[in-house]
């Protein structure tokens, strides 16, 4: 649900809207069976080991519950924008398509961790994900500059902040995902010099494309963070 919903809110797309609508359902109900079973085995005098697992694999249901819950709300988003006849402006666009690839990498590395059960992989998940807040911020910032301008209306400005708070909350979810593959239950550790790079990667790129020196492509600045060498040390 997470890739159409960057896609739907790219290039609206009502038949698209109905399937990420029917999925988040299913989601919902595969959720509720997991959930029910892992309960069952939790009661059924498994060794601590066991118990601990299990209690991983409830949190990690619920993590990915929840990042299909703000996918779905991103396509509502999307869905009232459509019906409004509105648009959103030309740098509201590209912002959003910058903040779309930042979001699918994080999503990408998160679930592919938790598959692989990749420790170093899933501390890896955490600076980016402080980076989207960054990039959330500066963008909500520019929003605001562009209203004060009369370069968007307030409606659409609205629906825009929607969807940055939505796809924030599924790198979040995101993260806790691949936080919950790190030793022992601890928090993850991570360099604060690699949020400082990728966010600064992440800023280079806003600022060149909106200055009209560059062209943005999908994971442009979790590329140039990890080109800093500083994420691959973390």
């Not at 030309?90 to 990749?118: P, Q």
């Not at 600076?127 to 520019?142: A, C, S, T, Y």
């Not at 659409?156 to 796809?167: A, R, S, T």
């Not at 604060?192 to 992440?202: F, G, P």
Request: charged share 30%.
């Amino acid at each position: 649900n997470v890739y159409d919903a960057v896609k739907i809110n790219t290039d609206y797309d009502e038949s698209l809207y109905g399937e990420i609508d029917a999925r988040e359902k299913r989601v919902n109900e595969y959720e509720q069976r997991l959930n029910d079973y892992m309960l069952k085995l939790n009661q059924a005098g498994i060794s601590a080991k066991d118990s601990a697992e299990v209690s991983m694999m409830l949190s990690s249901v619920s993590d990915l519950e929840r990042i299909s819950d703000h996918a779905i709300k991103v396509a509502h988003t999307m869905h009232d924008c459509s019906e409004c006849g509105e648009s959103f402006s030309k740098w509201g666009r590209a912002e959003l398509a910058i903040f779309n690839a930042a979001v699918l990498d994080i999503t990408d590395r998160a679930f592919d961790a938790f598959i692989r059960h990749d420790v170093l992989g899933a501390k890896k998940v955490q600076p980016l994900e402080e980076v989207i807040d960054g990039m959330r911020d500066e963008l909500k910032r520019r929003h605001i500059h562009r209203l004060q301008k009369g370069e968007c209306t307030v409606k659409m400005g609205l629906f825009f902040i929607d969807i940055l708070n939505d796809l924030e909350r599924v790198s979040d979810y995101a993260a806790d995902l691949g936080g919950g593959l790190n030793d022992n239950g601890r928090p993850a550790v991570f360099d604060s010099a690699a949020v400082c790079s990728a966010y600064y990667a992440a800023d280079l790129v806003l600022g060149e494309h909106l200055a009209g020196n560059a062209e943005v492509s999908y994971g442009a600045a979790p590329a140039l963070a990890e080109k800093s060498g500083h994420v691959d040390e973390v």
